[in-house]
């Protein structure tokens, strides 16, 4: 049983809250393995490195993320008051989403099982 006031115990877990600039993309039809490639070359980057790596790559993934991208700018700009050229994409990372399961016809009757997959897509930013 936890101890203390139902009040205290809120404002005690919005203390430990993380104040860093984020930006999260729930259920994006792409795969998890598929998001990880352009999330892998922006981890670590300034955010207009990042930005003209997923503007040029050629993958699905990289246009979903490159809006995620600015938005998490954007949060940081207008929530945070932080300027833009001091930002760095501190941890992305995408989770398994709900996978939606399909039937697909095949030869003498069978039925093979399509698998479309989804992730949620996070970007989280930060100050030099």
Do not use: W
């Not at 990289?62 to 300027?83: C, G, Q």
């Amino acid at each position: 049983m936890a101890k203390g006031h139902r009040s205290q115990i809120k404002r005690e877990r919005n203390a430990n809250k993380d104040t860093r600039p984020s930006a999260k993309l729930s259920y994006a039809r792409v795969s998890v393995q598929k998001a990880c490639f352009v999330l892998d070359a922006i981890r670590g980057k300034d955010v207009n490195t990042a930005l003209a790596i997923v503007t040029y790559n050629p993958r699905y993934a990289s246009s979903l993320i490159k809006k995620l991208l600015e938005s998490a700018i954007a949060n940081a700009e207008n929530n945070n008051n932080m300027s833009r050229e001091n930002l760095f994409v501190e941890e992305c990372y995408a989770n398994k989403g709900p996978t939606m399961k399909r039937i697909h016809p095949r030869a003498q009757g069978r039925a093979y099982r399509i698998e479309k997959r989804m992730s949620h897509i996070t970007i989280v930013l930060n100050e030099r």
